[in-house]
């Protein structure tokens, strides 16, 4: 299948490391990966559950001005109009999946709000992004990026069909405006070009 | 901040006047962005339809999605799948110990 022209920012940004350290006078060190120690944050108490936590920790470590984006009112839903055996289902990710010959995202502190295209069959999915285990990922990507998940389910008639394209992103955005305004719209003119019925949105 | 980025997404396709259902791990986080329909998994990060090769948890996961798609639920509706975990894995990634 052809691969569209790819829709990318700053993918000639430097690559940087994976949470920095930037240890403040006191803070104890706990190890968080194999690859890496940050440092014990207190969670902000401004938000609840792990949304305090992850608040706190983007800010400290990775992006000062981190700010949860929060809206007072939901989006509208949309009913799907067929049934999902009838249905053209597309798979929109932020595992950071991209094809070998595509950039791969940036790993950096600023995040990476571009988008890959990932034509509907494609088998060799790579991974990259900052904030899950990829390696373990790696062994079946279908855990993060179902791709071919999907593809089976359009083969036994569980779905309808699969999209021709997949849509990935890399979820670390603490700058979400570019997202917003640029990546976001672009994908969901295409999918509406690709006469999809139905998007699954696959967080990691 | 994946569960911000894919709510942010839905909201936009959402806009588009698109059919869209997501997961969540986080819903504390969903809850913030708000987007039309979220199924929650307490799944850990990078693990988000089930383990590595478990091929038939991970078609449940999605099942349940699509089946939840096609219902009748209110904007900003998140759904809890009542998919769990068998250690301690998400419980530390929670507690920022794991990734």
Redesign the interface.
Known sequence: MAQREEHRLGDDRPRGPVWPVARAPGAQL????RRSF?P??PPSPQ?????G??YA??RRVAYPSFE??????????????R??EAAR?AL?G??GAFLPGQPAFSRGDD?DPSFREIPADAERIRLAHV????P??R??P???F?LA??R??AAEG??GELAPWAYS?M????E?QP??SDG??E???R??ADG????????? | MCQQSVGLLQRIFDGYELATVSITQVPEITRLVKPSLSCFVAHPFGLTLGPVGDKALQRRVVDRCLREAAGIHPAGTIVDLGFSWSDDLRERQLRKEAR
């Open positions: 706990r190890r968080s990966s940050v014990e944050t938000f609840a559950g792990f949304a936590v992850e920790h983007v949860w984006r929060v809206f007072d009112q939901p989006s509208p839903r949309r009913r799907l109009e049934p999902i289902v929109v932020t595992a995040g904030g899950y285990d990829v373990r990922a062994k079946d279908d855990v993060v179902p998940l999907l089976r389910l569980a779905i992103f979820g670390y955005v603490p979400a997202l917003l976001g719209p994908v969901a003119r999918l509406r999809v019925d139905l998007v699954l949105l696959v967080p990691t």
